[in-house]
């Protein structure tokens, strides 16, 4: 059709009407990403619907349809529509938080610095506010306005901006970006080949050198875990050459930080007995028992050795636990014992 009904992913709660050009009407069809004109900015929207005609206004123009098929099933927009009315929440916001996130293009704006702002600053003709602008934006040759904004300590900081652009200072340009997870890299500290410098060694520096000869390859994240002050310690030791740092692409764990592998305790004569009599019965059908003990008395360690002795003869366990701020606790106990065997369901989870 050569209109569309359009959702964008802005705080806003109607949809719009844009005009398709002829050469992208194949392209559209409800679930597609289109890139779209809205005010001064591009953003991201979403196809609702085709339309036969506008009337009132002229429809401004799709720029670019984004994908090659639909991201989701046109019967599932009745539903985004319900929850956007009943959560009084912007369409377009719902869609996309229903979806993966990195999908999203949007307009940056930057800021440089003009020829005319470079001869002004070397002249020593600006105000103070306009000298902090040209000082912060010329090291980095141009900076974002976000980033402009955060860091000039100025409370007319945007009508400053506005006026430095009409006077031609500084140049306002926008980027189209994408979002997206980065990937994420951590460092890691291996054995040097041989120092070149020799250094003064304090004790934490000894207990470094210690750890990585030790491990042969520990993350600084480990390391710090270890001694706190490590960040600050590995500079010296790298460029005398008794370390080595190197980055390496990590995997994000959805289940929260690494957890170290634990060694299962002995257990004391309570929890050995109470241990046992569960299982004399493990193949008696169903049977409940309460395991009565103070705070710190060892009650998750029985939890965990029943857990081990059904996984062992190749069944599953369900631990329950009554409130959703005790499961970070519960969750890194069992994932140190149990690895990634290990899968977390709560209703504060995505």
């Not at 806003?12 to 890139?35: A, I, N, W």
């Not at 054995?191 to 520990?218: C, F, N, W, Y």
């Not at 994240?221 to 790298?238: E, N, Q, R, S, Y």
Request: glycine share 6%.
């Amino acid at each position: 059709m050569p209109y569309i009904s359009v959702a964008v992913s802005l705080p806003v709660m109607k949809s719009y009407t844009y005009k398709v050009p002829d050469h992208l009407q194949e392209f559209c069809s409800p679930g597609v990403r289109v890139l779209v004109p809205f005010g001064k900015r591009r953003v991201t929207g979403y196809i609702l619907a085709g339309q036969e005609s506008c009337e009132g206004f002229t429809a401004k123009k799709i720029l670019d349809v984004l994908d090659d098929h639909p991201l989701f099933p046109e019967s599932e927009i009745l539903f985004f529509k319900w929850i956007s009315d009943y959560y009084i929440y912007p369409l377009g916001d719902v869609i996309k938080a229903a979806l993966p996130s990195g999908f999203d293009r949007h307009d940056v704006s930057f800021v440089s610095v003009t020829q005319k702002g470079r001869a002004r600053l070397d002249a020593e003709g600006l105000t103070p506010g306009e000298k902090q602008v040209l000082d912060y934006i010329l090291p980095k040759e141009s900076c974002s306005l976000k980033q402009l904004k955060k860091n000039c300590q100025n409370t007319t900081i945007n009508a400053l901006i506005r006026r430095m652009e009409k006077e031609d200072l500084i140049w306002v340009s926008s980027v189209l970006k994408k979002d997206g997870a980065k990937i994420k890299k951590e460092k890691f500290i291996t054995p040097g080949d041989e120092p070149t410098t020799v250094i003064r060694m304090s004790k934490k520096r000894e207990k470094i050198l210690a750890l990585v000869k030790e491990k042969q390859e520990i993350s600084l994240t480990g390391l710090k875990v270890i001694i706190p002050t490590a960040p600050a310690l590995i500079k010296p030791l790298a460029l005398a050459g008794y370390i080595k740092i190197i980055q390496r692409q990590v995997f994000r764990d959805p289940l929260g930080d690494p957890v170290e592998p634990d060694t299962p305790p002995k257990l004391t004569c309570e929890q050995e007995a109470a241990v046992k009599q569960v299982e004399s019965k493990f193949n008696l059908g169903f049977c409940s028992y309460l395991l009565s003990g103070i705070t710190g008395s060892g009650k998750t360690e029985v939890y965990m050795r029943l857990v081990w002795d059904v996984i062992e003869k190749g069944k599953q366990a369900i631990v329950l636990v009554p409130e959703i701020s005790l499961i970070s606790q519960t969750e890194r106990r069992f994932r140190a014992r149990f690895g990634d065997k290990t899968a977390v369901i709560h209703s504060s989870l995505s």
